[in-house]
């Protein structure tokens, strides 16, 4: 029990669960973000003063996904590992202590790894889905609204799709 609850939340449902949230919550802010000021002519109007709209708009969105999720995502191991130590106690008799000791033997440092180096890349794909739906956006606000509502749909499904190509990848590389 403890042995696969340790696995599955540190190799996939830690880091699953948290990009799918996040694609939600951050890749939908991005689109509607974005999209408003493509609206609002506010992007236009940074290419006029010469700026470059990548480098000002989708850069640093981009970079602070990427520096946020895995610590969001390390933050949600140690909360469902801490939730599973507890419904262990409450439904099996399985003591903090057994729970820890069972989970040491059977968690290694690449099971960890696993999970953190899915993190940046999901991140930077949900950044980029997000930017790129903002950037299209075109004329009314109700465009902004079916761009967002796309955006996180894309999100989610390139998110889940890249976690199943990891699992394929780090299976084939025996990790």
């Given at each position: 029990?403890?042995?696969?609850?340790?696995?599955?939340?540190?190799?996939?449902?830690?880091?699953?669960?948290?990009?799918?949230?996040?694609?939600?919550?951050?890749?939908?802010?991005?689109?509607?973000?974005?999209?408003?000021?493509?609206?609002?002519?506010?992007?236009?109007?940074i290419s006029t003063l010469g700026?470059?709209?990548?480098?000002?708009?989708?850069?640093?969105?981009?970079?602070?996904?990427?520096?946020?999720?895995?610590l969001l995502a390390f933050y949600a191991d140690i909360m469902g590992l801490f939730g599973g130590a507890v419904m262990s106690y409450a439904t099996?008799?399985?003591?903090f202590g057994q729970f820890i000791?069972?989970?040491?033997?059977?968690v290694t440092l690449p099971h960890f790894l696993v999970g953190l180096v899915k993190a940046p890349v999901f991140a930077l794909v949900i950044a980029m889905v997000g930017c790129y739906e903002g950037l299209k956006v075109s004329g009314s606000a109700e465009s902004v609204?079916?761009?967002?509502?796309?955006?996180?749909v894309e999100s989610?499904?390139?998110v889940i799709v890249l976690?199943?190509?990891?699992?394929?990848?780090?299976?084939?590389?025996?990790l």
């Open positions: 029990m403890v042995n696969l609850l340790g696995v599955s939340i540190l190799r996939e449902i830690g880091i699953l669960m948290t990009a799918i949230i996040v694609a939600g919550r951050s890749g939908s802010a991005f689109t509607a973000q974005i999209g408003t000021m493509k609206v609002n002519q506010e992007v236009d109007a700026l470059d709209v990548v480098e000002l708009l989708v850069v640093p969105r981009a970079l602070a996904l990427m520096i946020t999720l895995p099996l008799d399985i003591t000791r069972q989970l040491h033997g059977a609204g079916t761009l967002t509502t796309k955006s996180v989610i499904f390139l976690d199943a190509v990891f699992s394929v990848l780090f299976s084939f590389l025996r």
